[in-house]
């Protein structure tokens, strides 16, 4: 039902039911908000959002109430904009003043709020918390003292991540958010995926930055530093710095990297094609054994530590591949390096992820194994991108050049590892092959492309019947991970991402993504599949020795 209400003298369309926020925003009027999210049930909470309606004595949230026909609402009426100063004034009394070094100036929600509302001094002031700074996770450092208590972190962990790490605590004045016993996130059911950072407002949760120690790295001589990519890092830092993301950005990105000091770049999307032939291989041999299906993907580490947390009885059901950052890093030092001759203790490898796990992924994996096989760093996009701007890297002030790498080749298929659906992609379309000797039809999946957050397919390969899924938010996968132990037995291989919508909206990417964002870069990797000659790993004429020992088929292409 459509009536009219006034806003600001105005006469807008409004429909039933919804909120005076949604309808602001539909009609061009922008209120700021702090606790809102949307996709979110409001709150109301932070009051940043408060509109003045004539004939009720107090402001009312704008985001949790209702619009009635009756209404004359007015915005930025004096009232409004005082009471709304006076918050943000608040809020700054007890937050350090510390911006022209904070690692979010220039994005802090908090600062366009001050600026947005005019506040220029500090009109309240009280004693300063004293605070420790958490920073024994490997992946997330958390400082309480920036912290204004918006509540998103506390949300998206536990409605989208379903883990439930922090919360509030404390009563009144001394109400913070934090975690059980004050121990520290790495000492709770935190799984690393960093999705409570992309929602913080201010600096309060950031990654642990890596960001020195690779900078020391690449001015030490004695060092040969080297670097991996995630396929979703190039488009992410095209996105940054204005450049069209097409097929001639990866050469572009490369060119960079090298300029930056780097002696040599690698594509990850070699490890994901490795990863896709282990899994295949391995997924083959389970069905024909009848013997711990479905099979789950293990290449998201914050998925394996929920695992570990919440569903250790499906740990045997996960498949034994490391995750293509690992096997990229073990190449490295262990293949690279000798042809080479370059001993692996004088290697310095670095990894660049869209996710803030892939750093507790790494540091897990060198204190399980010899350090000279691991990853000796890992970077956000974020890093990588304040890295890219402290060596004046101009992207329209050189032309892309030719760049030889080893491990060089890699398949489309790798690539749509960045999104949700895309690694169950690659692997079917090895497993086809495997079984029936023949490339799978268009390539393209459909059912497993999209924003949903839970995607089914049945496929006949062969004379069989396959049930296929892949889900991405882990408060998603609880509930198909609950199907599965009370009986479910229609799937046979399950891709599960700790992020919604996969790697492309990780929680190392950029700040500021949205579902255009989102779709954009979704659409890159989509655009560069349809474009590429190899569409499939077993197709990678690098790994053609590996793919027959694995699936014991033979192929055309020949090891190079």
Not at 115 to 132: A, G, I, M, Q, Y
Not at 227 to 255: M, R, Y
Not at 283 to 288: G, N
Not at 337 to 358: D, E, L, Q, W, Y
């Amino acid at each position: 039902m459509l009536f009219n209400v006034e806003i600001n003298g105005r006469k807008i369309t409004a429909k039933r039911d919804e909120t005076i926020l949604t309808l602001l925003s539909r009609s061009g009027i922008h209120v700021p908000t702090l606790c809102f999210m949307s996709g979110f049930v409001p709150t109301g909470a932070c009051r940043m959002c408060v509109v003045e309606i004539e004939g009720l004595n107090d402001l009312v949230p704008a985001c949790s109430h209702p619009v009635e026909e009756w209404m004359k609402i007015h915005t930025h009426s004096q009232r409004v904009i005082s009471a709304r100063r006076t918050l943000v004034e608040l809020l700054l009394a007890n937050h350090p003043d510390d911006c022209l070094y904070c690692d979010k100036s220039g994005l802090c929600e908090l600062q366009k709020l001050a600026d947005e509302l005019n506040v220029t001094e500090r009109k309240f002031r009280c004693k300063k918390r004293s605070v420790l700074i958490d920073r024994n996770c490997p992946s997330i450092e958390r400082n309480p003292g920036k912290c204004i208590l918006c509540g998103r972190c506390i949300r998206v962990c536990d409605e989208i991540i379903g883990v439930s790490a922090i919360d509030f605590i404390g009563r009144g004045s001394k109400s913070s958010i934090g975690t059980y016993m004050n121990k520290g996130l790495n000492e709770q059911t935190c799984v690393k995926c960093g999705q409570c950072i992309m929602v913080c407002p201010t600096d309060a949760l950031k990654e642990r930055s890596s960001y020195q120690k690779v900078t020391d790295a690449l001015n030490d001589s004695n060092l040969h530093c080297v670097i991996q990519f995630s396929p979703t890092v190039p488009f992410s830092v095209a996105e940054e710095f204005g450049l069209k993301s097409g097929k001639d950005i990866l050469n572009l990105f490369k060119t960079a990297i090298i300029g930056m000091g780097f002696k040599q770049v690698f594509d990850t999307s070699f490890g994901a094609d490795v990863t896709i032939i282990n899994v295949s291989s391995e997924f083959i041999s389970r069905w024909k054994k009848k013997e711990k299906l479905p099979l789950f993907t293990s290449c998201c580490p914050s998925w394996m530590k929920y695992a570990e947390e919440f569903f250790p009885d499906l740990i045997e059901n996960c498949a034994s591949s490391k995750s293509p950052q690992l096997i990229m890093g073990s190449l490295i030092k262990s293949d690279y390096g000798p042809r080479r001759s370059i001993p692996a203790k004088k290697i310095f490898s670095v990894s660049v992820m869209p996710c803030t796990a892939k750093k507790y992924e790494a540091e897990k994996n060198r204190s399980i194994e010899n350090d000279l096989t691991g990853i000796d760093a890992v970077l956000t996009t974020r890093e990588l991108i304040r890295l890219i701007k402290l060596f004046g890297i101009n992207f329209n002030s050189f032309e892309q050049e030719p760049i030889e790498t080893y491990f060089g080749i890699q398949s489309s298929a790798g690539r749509l590892f960045g999104t949700s659906g895309g690694s169950l992609e690659g692997i079917i379309r090895t497993v086809y092959f495997s079984i029936t000797g023949q490339e799978f039809p268009g390539y393209k999946i459909m059912e497993m492309r999209g924003f949903k957050g839970r995607k089914e397919v049945k496929i006949k390969i062969g004379k069989n019947n396959f049930g296929f899924a892949a889900v991405s938010g882990l408060a998603n996968a609880k509930i198909l991970l609950d199907e599965i132990r009370n009986g479910r037995e229609d799937l046979q291989l399950v891709e599960i991402m700790a992020c919604p919508n996969g790697c492309i909206n990780g929680g190392g990417q950029r700040y500021g993504n949205d579902e255009k964002i989102i779709k954009n870069r979704m659409k890159s990797l989509y655009d560069a599949d349809e474009e590429d000659m190899i569409r499939a790993a077993h197709k990678n004429p690098l790994l053609a020795d590996h793919y027959n020992q694995s699936n014991g088929h033979t192929t055309k292409e020949k090891s190079i």
